[in-house]
């Protein structure tokens, strides 16, 4: 088998490369782009303010309260309040509890951060295709290339595309 993919370079830049920007099947890199970076910066930023303002609603009303934390629904950050006390606590309702007892309300306090956040989520989303889009269009050139790609293979690459066993060298 050696001698069949003796003539391939290794892709050690392309690699090391991948390898930094992709940390698993589903992370990539803070620092995969500059872009990236700012955006998660920013989204940590975010993230620290509306749990501080969430704490502090959630000090102040724990009168008001199922129980003294705070939940997420439908990706926004929500205090259980009690039905009874639901004109208590001014906000958005996003969810009730299968009992009625338990309104998620999102205070309006932290109704604008937490639109920020999902609009640096909706950036993240778009920085993370940007990293992937250039290192896809990294690798596309060596996919054909007689050094990297098909040419180089010759038979072992067909024996690999087939799932046919190499015959004994």
């Known amino acids: 088998m050696e001698p069949l993919f003796a003539g391939l370079e290794p892709l050690t830049p392309l690699n090391n490369e991948i390898k930094r920007c992709i940390l698993s099947e589903d992370q990539v890199a803070d620092d995969a782009s500059p872009g990236l970076s700012h ?4 989204m940590k930023n ?3 303010r509306i749990h501080s303002q969430l704490n502090s609603t ?3 009303n724990r009168a008001y309260l199922q129980d003294a934390v705070i939940t997420m629904r439908d990706g926004r950050y929500c205090l259980p309040v009690k039905a009874e006390y639901k004109n208590q606590v001014a906000g958005m309702v996003h969810d009730q509890s299968s009992t009625g007892s338990t309104l998620f309300i999102e205070p309006m306090a932290i109704i604008k951060l937490n639109n920020e956040l999902r609009e640096l989520e909706i950036q993240e989303q778009k920085e993370i295709e940007a990293v992937l889009a250039a290192l896809s269009n990294e690798a596309r050139p060596l996919y054909r290339s007689p050094e990297y790609g098909h040419g180089a293979f010759g038979p072992a690459g067909l024996y690999l595309r ?8």
């Open 39 to 42: 955006v998660r910066r920013s």
């Open 46 to 48: 975010i993230a620290d």
């Open 58 to 60: 959630l000090n102040s």
């Open 162 to 169: 087939q799932s046919r066993p190499l015959p004994p060298l």
